[in-house]
């Protein structure tokens, strides 16, 4: 599994924008004086979803995003890059209506909120980002109680969320379902997806039962490249979808919350309720405007290039790789000693970083940094002999 503390020793903090704070590289201690600094904009990452930018360079990257467009400009979320990306989110996701959100977690408290009304219980995976990494904020904001199930991103999703159900009827008291949350990638069990069959089966359920469904899909475009992946049709059985802005479409910070129109305006009130009507939203939105062009296209020739890299190193002497059940940009590979041993010392001098093996096993993540260098070249670093 994944830990966000697992992603040390990358780079400087001051050297990266705020599109890469919460990214895995800004939590880096500072290089000693003797290493040679790193060229951040020449970087492979092999951590992280999105790619490391130095903060001196934020205004040049907001100006090529705006380009010149005197329409930028909203107020307090309304019209300007603002209007548009929600505008280019309802399109892509397939729903009429979307809503730029300042956090991730407060898209995701406002959906299930007007999802559950007075239904005052929330069917989560137990992993998901809503009941490991949101404190208690759906039952102190909105009472609502969560009820954690088993399943991951399985088959077994189904039978979970059907014995919810059943149980409930069984109860004097019944407990009263008022949505399912699931989140696909699941950052805790290393990006792994669930398949459209299985969420399609889920929804049936919670149809008969009246119960809403969300999406945390805060990584769903990193499924760009996944046989049969298409984000309209992965969206279709949810009435709420989520999207990050941040993680991998270089925004500074911000996210997109999509559904009808009725909830939408619904949720558009109780962000202001939250206190979430910043008063200009553009520079995030302008800078994920432009990171969503051709994007699905760009992470297809990432996840080819990962796919290509995991074959070499499979090859390899002293590697084997495990791969992650429906995985969506994450692999681990299994290094022998001899292999771990000076790894990142041999990556860093070839300008790439790697996160530091745990007991041999090294999670690789792939992210758009994959395309700066040949694979022969990435896969030259794992040599404990130095040749690839």
Same mark, same amino acid.
């Given at each position: ?42 970087? @492979? /990452?092999? *951590? ?5 930018? %130095? +903060? ?8 090529? =995003? !705006? ?90 999703? @189904? /039978?979970? *969320? ?5 149980? %409930? +009827? ?8 008022? =949505? !399912? ?208």
């Amino acid at each position: 599994m994944v830990s966000r503390r697992e992603f040390l020793q990358a780079v400087p903090i001051g050297a990266l924008s705020l599109a890469a704070a919460a990214h895995p590289l800004a939590l880096a201690a500072a290089p000693a004086p003797a290493e040679k600094p790193l060229a951040v904009e020449k970087i @492979v /990452a092999l *951590v992280g979803d999105d790619v490391p930018v %130095r +903060s001196m360079y934020l205004p040049q990257r907001l100006e090529a =995003a !705006i380009a010149g467009n005197a329409e930028v400009g909203d107020l307090y979320l309304h019209d300007g890059a603002v209007g548009a990306l929600e505008k280019r989110f309802a399109e892509l996701l397939g729903k009429e209506d979307a809503a730029f959100m300042p956090t991730g977690t407060m898209a995701n408290q406002i959906a299930v909120r007007i999802l559950c009304g007075d239904r005052r219980h929330l069917l989560l995976q137990k992993e998901s980002h809503v009941y490991r990494d949101e404190e208690d904020a759906t039952p102190v904001l909105s009472g609502i109680n969560p009820v954690p199930i088993d399943g991951g991103t399985s088959e077994a999703l @189904v /039978a979970s *969320v059907q014995a919810a159900f059943n149980q %409930r +009827s069984k109860d004097p008291y019944p407990m009263e379902v008022g =949505a !399912i949350s699931l989140e696909s990638p699941v950052r805790r069990l290393d990006g792994s997806t669930t398949a459209l069959d299985t969420i399609l089966r889920i929804a049936d359920i919670a149809k008969k039962n009246g119960t809403g469904m969300h999406l945390d899909g805060a990584r769903l475009l990193l499924m760009s490249g996944m046989e049969g992946f298409d984000p309209k049709t992965y969206a279709v059985p949810f009435d709420t979808v989520y999207v990050s802005l941040y993680k991998y479409l270089g925004a500074p910070f911000g996210a997109i919350l999509a559904g009808d129109k009725a909830r939408i305006d619904r949720a558009r009130h109780v962000r202001h309720i939250f206190g979430g009507t910043i008063f200009r939203g553009y520079p995030a939105a302008a800078l994920a405007l432009h990171g969503l062009d051709h994007f699905g296209e760009r992470f297809a020739r990432v996840r080819a290039a990962g796919e290509a890299l995991l074959a070499k190193l499979a090859g390899m002497p002293g590697i084997r790789i495990e791969r992650v059940d429906r995985g969506s940009n994450i692999a681990i590979a299994i290094l022998d000693a001899k292999v771990a041993d000076g790894l990142r010392e041999r990556a860093r001098s070839a300008d790439i970083v790697v996160g530091k093996p745990d007991n041999g096993r090294l999670h690789l993540t792939f992210n758009e940094t994959l395309l700066r260098k040949p694979t022969a070249t990435i896969a030259k670093v794992f040599a404990a002999d130095g040749v690839g």
